[in-house]
Nanobody
Framework: VQLVESGGGLAQAGGSLRLSCAVS????????LAWFRQAPGKLRESVAT???????NYIYSVKGRFTISRDNAKNTVYLQMNSLKPEDTAPYYC????????????WGQGTQVTVSS
C-alpha cells in the first residue's frame, strides 16, 4: 500500500487548506480512512476518520472546522481545513485499515501544514 499526501503549505490564521491523500495498492472502498498529525514534541494523533459507509469522527479541537471526505472512485481521501489556527501546525499523514484491524504501520511522507498568527 502506498500513501501519498499533498496539499499542505503556509496559511494565515483563519485561512483554509485542502489536503489530499492518494492511496494505491488497494481498493479503499471497504477501508476506514483517517488523517493524523504530529506536532513537534507531541505524539501522533488521529484528527479525523471516515468509515467505509461515510460516517465521520473528529477530535474535539477540529470539530466544526475540518471535514474529512472520501472519493472511492479516485482512491483518495481529503481533509478540508477551515478557520485554521496556529496550533494546527504539524505534518499531516493519512492512513487506512480494514474493519477491526489496526492502522498500517508504514506511513507516507506526510504534508506540512504551517499556520501563522
Amino acid at each position: 500500500v502506498q500513501l501519498v499526501e499533498s496539499g499542505g503549505g503556509l496559511a494565515q490564521a483563519g485561512g483554509s487548506l485542502r489536503l489530499s491523500c492518494a492511496v494505491s495498492g488497494i481498493d479503499v472502498s471497504t477501508y476506514h480512512l483517517a488523517w493524523f498529525r504530529q506536532a513537534p514534541g507531541k505524539l501522533r494523533e488521529s484528527v479525523a476518520t471516515i468509515t467505509p459507509g461515510g460516517s465521520t469522527n473528529y477530535i474535539y479541537s477540529v470539530k466544526g472546522r475540518f471535514t474529512i471526505s472520501r472519493d472511492n472512485a479516485k482512491n483518495t481521501v481529503y481533509l478540508q481545513m477551515n478557520s485554521l489556527k496556529p496550533e494546527d501546525t504539524a505534518p499531516y499523514y493519512c492512513n487506512v485499515r480494514p474493519d477491526a484491524t489496526p492502522w498500517l504501520p508504514d506511513w507516507g511522507q506526510g504534508t506540512q501544514v504551517t499556520v501563522s498568527s
